[in-house]
């Protein structure tokens, strides 16, 4: 056999180069037919790549360590089942059509772990993901700006199919620029899909971008094919402090999911 070849084939078939032998070995001894030996290694081939793709998907979602949904307490979120969040983790019925999730509650609440949870499902079901927090983005889109690259920067994160901007309400106009936000929003508008977490209502929006019908636009763009969860619960942080003081025990709390229709 060709040398250059074979090195190709390794490179292009990297699993099938190291399991051949082993399932060639294997098929002599108990007498598979060709098709059997050749779909067995075809399979093993196909895992393996899916593997080796989840492991880079994770590396560029830059997603907080330790955020699952076997870590998230869903007793302290009654309202949020496990179930529903599955199905959202499946991608299938929302990421394909550009729609939109929204997490609102206090600090501490636990919509950034529930956020990073769904990012990790959704790319261990295919899906690529990006987890950042907004200030950092808006930074970043700032910067792009200034280099007249703002439009090449929003593009290249088209390749992600879900973006998570987490603490959307802590960018605040004053600060800078922050209309390269709206930009974002508006280029992914039916497109793509985004996951956004805030600690302030609707209303409350004002303060981050430059005026009101800016605000507006960003929000009517947002909310349109969007889900909406309310995590209207005690900060985890505080909870578990006041736990540790007097015993076992926990404060009822409540979280409210709805859906905007069209």
């Not at 001894?29 to 393996?48: C, M, S």
């Not at 919509?111 to 200030?135: P, Q």
């Amino acid at each position: 056999m060709n040398t250059a070849n074979t090195v190709d084939t390794g490179r292009r078939l990297p699993a099938i180069k190291v399991l051949w032998p082993q399932f060639a070995e294997q098929s002599d001894k108990e007498g598979w037919p060709a098709a059997r030996f050749l779909a067995t290694i075809a399979e093993h081939e196909i895992a393996e790549r899916g593997r080796r793709r989840v492991e880079r998907h994770l590396v560029e979602a830059r997603l907080p360590a330790g955020k699952t949904f076997d870590t998230f307490d869903f007793e302290a979120v009654p309202m949020i089942s496990k179930a529903q969040v599955t199905a959202l983790a499946a991608g299938d019925s929302w990421l394909g059509k550009g729609a939109n999730l929204l997490l609102f509650g206090p600090p501490g609440g636990g919509k950034s772990h529930l956020a990073a949870a769904i990012g990790l499902a959704l790319i261990e079901n295919g899906w690529r993901v990006l987890f950042t927090r907004t200030t950092d983005l808006v930074q970043k889109l700032q910067v792009a700006r200034r280099e007249l690259n703002l439009e090449a920067a929003i593009n290249r994160l088209d390749r992600f199919d879900l973006l998570i901007l987490d603490d959307l309400a802590y960018v605040t106009k004053d600060q800078a620029d922050t209309s390269v936000l709206f930009e974002l929003i508006s280029a992914r508008y039916e497109r793509r899909s985004m996951l956004i977490t805030a600690n302030q209502p609707f209303g409350e929006w004002n303060r981050v971008f430059p005026d009101p019908a800016m605000t507006l636009a960003a929000i009517d763009h947002l909310v349109h094919h969007a889900t909406i969860v309310e995590m209207n619960v005690e900060s985890y942080r505080r909870r578990t402090a006041l736990e540790r003081k007097r015993g076992p025990g926990r404060p009822p709390s409540h979280a409210t999911p709805k859906t905007v229709a069209d």
